[in-house]
């Protein structure tokens, strides 16, 4: 079966769909461990509470960003993992660590990719005016949000919309798409190659799977 190693640093409401979702008989795979980069991070306690072994990696305690990618990568490999799930994980990574684990490496990304790489995505949405917004889970390549998306979700913007309206909106949507995704590597329907996210030997379009 399917081993996940789950990176987060904060709520980790991701986490809980995809333990809740592994739970429900919906996703066939493991986490077989949670990784977080703050100490303080609630969802090493959702990961406790479902008897995952869960460790805290704080940033703060190396040197440089290649030393911490360095002991990263080591933990995940002492977990065994078959698959990196970057869930709210807010540390960028360096090239060599994505390389080690390209094609095994997703994240879930709170924007309509190309559209709002980076940080505050909900209130740039926002303050562009835009009618729509969403999320989207892609591969993880050395560009920073930048590699193929494998799926999007869509939500309206409405017109009252403050950032955490919107960011509750994207979160529910969130919390359906990661599992289904993670139901499909894990069935060893999904992978990437050229650069390109492919489902079942298709090449899914720049938006993904629709
Ligand atoms: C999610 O909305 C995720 O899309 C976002 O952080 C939140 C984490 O929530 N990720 C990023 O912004 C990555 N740049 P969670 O800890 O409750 O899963």
């Not at 609630?42 to 805290?56: N, S, V």
């Not at 390389?99 to 709002?116: C, E, M, R, T």
Request: glycine content about 8%; charged content about 25%.
């Amino acid at each position: 079966v399917t081993k996940l190693c789950v990176l987060i640093s904060g709520n980790g409401s991701n986490l809980q769909a995809i333990i809740d979702a592994i739970a429900a008989g919906r996703l066939n795979a493991v986490v077989s461990g949670v990784i977080s980069n703050r100490p303080n991070a609630y969802g090493l306690e959702r990961a406790a509470d479902a008897g995952i072994e869960a460790i805290c990696l704080d940033h703060t305690d190396f040197d440089d960003r290649a030393s911490y990618d360095a002991a990263l990568r080591a933990q995940i490999e002492a977990f065994g993992a078959d698959c990196v799930v970057l869930a709210g994980f807010m540390r960028i990574l360096t090239p060599e660590f994505v390389d080690a684990f390209a094609g095994k490496l997703v994240n879930i990304h709170p924007s309509l990719l190309p559209k709002y790489k980076g940080l505050h995505t909900h209130q740039r949405a926002i303050d562009n005016g835009d009618e729509e917004h969403g999320v989207s889970v892609h591969f993880v390549t050395p560009e920073l949000d930048g590699g193929p998306v494998i799926i999007q979700c869509r939500v309206p913007v409405f017109e009252d919309d403050v950032a955490s309206d919107l960011a509750e909106r994207v979160q529910e949507q969130e919390r359906r798409i990661y599992p289904l995704v993670l139901g499909w590597f894990s069935a060893g329907r999904l992978s990437m190659r050229d650069n390109k996210a492919i489902l079942d030997e298709q090449e899914l379009p720049e938006t993904g799977y629709a």
